[in-house]
């Protein structure tokens, strides 16, 4: 098994891949598939760059190093293509990027791609940094500490962006629906790589199961059997799916869950090649033994959805959520003789039924959004917001205060007197000097309580339209 997450960039994830052993893998940005061995005959075209080459080393007015021309020659070659999931890594950033996977790692925690150019967050990794900070799927990430992401391609962002437990990084952020941007400050820490969550639910139809996966790592089809089997045991009548946030992860995660969900061993997935030739991976298991509903958002990319698709396709399982990711081609990684690395999109994976998701996502069968307060974002450090302020900052207020109960009548960013007394009613209930002005303090408290409140599965509506799908599917 090659180990590593080489499509898709996890932001402070250290990773091996070896390329001594042919492998498909599927994540966040594709699949790895059947990587060949050895090298063609050099093509006569290469005799231009030849030409080029040595005319630089013997000509130009400074001296430069061959190696660094044949890396920017690469790079040219990949950047030509006008694909953002095919990207060249030099030896050194190989291997300062591609480091030994423990079972945790110190960074932000966000998996991010390129979109029209942007760093476009997929996910943040649940329990990480960046969600506890208030980044969301879809945010675009312009600025790190003041410098400029503009231009710079992903390997070259994710250098900006990761960094040593304990330190900094200051994002500036474009969130879709937000006019002017917006800061978020995030600690970056040690992660532990957990992935798979299980819980029980109490219905009247009885014992409910959910199982929530965040990443589908090396480890995941193990957890997610053992959790399986216990739910079981438990006996459940039916299932939530929950991969909501997930960006992907490897391909034989997906089929060995698919073999433990997917009835009547239908496909999991397709891959079709440049010459329009598909390799189809079918499920092992047979008939299904209780309904299963799952659950999606725009942060569930590319192995998620792989899993999804399968279940959707299979004909007995709803999908609760909104419309995911949309990740559907195929990348495989060549690792060179130096040690530097070329990934490149050589496929494209397909839905069971031969259909594309890519830029689409999967479309859910019971749409449903979760409340506004949900994608609140968080206040900027040393914040004061009082009467008469008309901000983007106080729009934000007036969306937490109402999602808390304390009606503001407006939430168009105006801080009007109904706002200074829903800010005074939240002081007073919290044990705050009731000024109705939100210094840092209060706009702390106020974070607080509505990361509590979110996390509270009574207000999860995607949730609780999941369950009362499973519902209507148990006999």
Excluded at 83 to 108: C, Q, R, V
């Amino acid at each position: 098994m090659v180990k590593g997450r080489t499509l898709l960039i996890l932001l402070v994830l250290s990773i091996v891949l070896s390329s001594l052993v042919t492998a498909m893998v599927v994540d966040g940005n594709g699949i790895v598939i059947n990587q060949p061995s050895g090298t063609e005959s050099v093509p006569k075209e290469m005799n231009k760059l030849v030409d080029v080459y040595q005319t630089i080393l013997q000509s130009y007015v400074e001296k430069k190093n061959g190696n660094e021309l044949i890396d920017g020659a690469i790079r040219g070659m990949v950047q030509s293509l006008n694909d953002p999931h095919s990207t060249y890594m030099d030896a050194k950033e190989s291997k300062d990027f591609f480091g030994s996977l423990n079972d945790s790692f110190e960074g932000i925690g966000t998996e991010v791609t390129i979109e029209n150019g942007k760093i476009t967050v997929i996910a943040p990794i649940k329990g990480s940094p960046s969600e506890k900070a208030g980044i969301r799927p879809r945010d675009q990430i312009i600025k790190v500490n003041g410098e400029s992401l503009e231009g710079l391609n992903l390997i070259e962002a994710v250098s900006k962006i990761r960094g040593p437990k304990g330190t900094k990084a200051v994002l500036e952020i474009v969130r879709p629906g937000i006019e002017a941007p917006i800061e978020i400050t995030v600690i970056r820490d040690e992660i532990p790589i957990e992935t798979v969550y299980s819980s029980t639910i109490s219905s009247k139809k009885g014992t409910l199961g959910k199982i929530e996966i965040t990443n589908f790592g090396e480890n995941t089809a193990a957890e997610f059997k053992k959790a399986l089997k216990d739910l079981e045991s438990k006996g459940i009548k039916g299932l939530i799916i929950d991969v909501r946030g997930n960006p992907g992860g490897y391909l034989q995660s997906v089929l060995e869950i698919g073999n433990l969900v997917v009835p009547n061993k239908g496909i999991i997935v397709q891959v079709e090649d440049r010459n329009k030739k598909r390799e189809q991976y079918h499920s092992e298991m047979e008939q299904p033994s209780y309904p299963i509903v799952s659950l999606i958002n725009g942060g569930s990319a590319s192995a998620a959805e792989i899993l999804v698709a399968a279940l959707q396709e299979a004909g007995h399982y709803p999908v609760v959520g909104e419309p995911s990711f949309g990740k559907g081609t195929v990348q495989n990684p060549f690792e060179l003789s130096d040690g530097s690395n070329v990934k490149l999109t050589v496929a494209k994976w397909l839905t069971p039924n031969g259909n594309w998701i890519h830029q689409k996502g999967i479309q859910p069968d019971v749409k449903m959004e979760q409340p506004e307060y949900f994608h609140a974002a968080p206040f900027p450090e040393d914040i004061q917001l009082k009467r008469d302020t008309n901000s983007n900052d106080v729009k934000n207020l007036q969306i937490i205060l109402n999602g808390l109960g304390y009606k503001t009548g407006r939430t168009d960013g105006y801080f009007d007197q109904e706002t200074v007394l829903a800010v005074q009613a939240f002081q007073k209930a919290n044990g705050l000097k009731a000024s109705g002005v939100v210094d840092q303090v209060t706009a702390n408290k106020l974070q607080d309580k509505i990361i509590e409140r979110i996390r509270d599965p009574k207000n999860d509506l995607q949730l609780q339209v999941a369950i009362e799908t499973l519902l209507k599917a148990i006999k």
